[in-house]
């Protein structure tokens, strides 16, 4: 069964100090994995796409990576405003759908 | 460019009511997709539409049904609601053949 699980559940991170986020996946025929950001009440807020091992992408203080088997999101030098929640997801086989994991939640403090 | 919109952005039903929640996907975007979130989860797909049908279905029973009209917008309906329907409802639209969804600000549905 296709699955998607994060970690760690939270992180707590002092403004300024770098850490990295893990979505580790078991697809049959990986399409895309995705990663949005959600703000409490809200909608998930697209971030990246990655297709491939070896890809990576950047956005300002976010980096995202793919491996065979996981990804990564780093984040460099975080601002309080990075405070959201992560949400990791896989597109596989033949349909469209979206398998998310849980999330992390990131709380920045200045 | 405008974005994914949803309505209402709250409803509080109770148990055994229906209810209908609607979406306007983003502009040149022709796929809807539904999702249940409920609180301290990821989203769960409920189901997909495209050309007007139904495409691709999650693990949800009968009662959640919906629509889409040929403007692409759709509506989600759920029958006899339930407790655990209590949930954010998601809508994302994509184009058809690209695997990237944008999502709506969502609907909170409580059920007393």
């Known amino acids: 069964e296709d699955q998607v699980t994060q970690s760690p559940e939270a992180l707590r991170l002092q403004e300024g100090e770098s850490s990295s986020l893990n979505c580790s996946y078991t697809?049959?025929?990986?399409?895309?994995l995705f990663w949005y950001r959600q703000d409490p009440g809200k909608g998930p807020e697209f971030l990246f796409t990655?297709?491939?091992a070896g890809e990576e992408k950047e956005k300002e203080r976010l980096k995202a990576t793919l491996t065979k088997k996981e990804s990564f999101l780093h984040i460099t030098a975080p601002k309080p405003e990075d405070s959201a929640t992560y949400l990791c997801?896989?597109?596989?086989?033949?349909?469209?759908?979206?398998?998310f994991g849980t999330g992390t939640r990131l709380q920045v403090f200045p | 460019e405008t974005g994914v919109t949803q309505s209402p952005t709250h409803l509080i039903k109770t148990r055994g009511q229906q209810v209908t929640l609607r979406c306007s996907s983003q502009?040149?975007?022709?796929?809807v997709s539904w999702y249940q979130q409920a609180l301290g989860q990821g989203p769960q797909f409920i189901f997909q539409?495209?050309?007007?049908?139904?495409?691709g279905r999650g693990n949800f029973p009968p009662r959640f049904s919906g629509l889409q009209f040929p403007n692409y917008s759709s509506e989600l309906n759920v029958n006899a609601l339930e407790l655990d329907d209590s949930a954010l409802y998601l809508c994302?639209?994509?184009?058809?053949?690209?695997?990237?969804?944008?999502f709506g600000p969502g609907t909170r549905l409580l059920v007393l």
């Open positions: 994302a639209s994509s184009l058809w053949g690209a695997e990237t969804q944008y």
């Open positions: 697809v049959s025929g990986l399409r895309g």
């Open positions: 990655l297709y491939s």
């Open positions: 997801a896989v597109q596989a086989g033949n349909t469209d759908k979206l398998i």
């Open positions: 502009s040149g975007h022709n796929t």
């Open positions: 539409y495209y050309r007007e049908e139904e495409n």
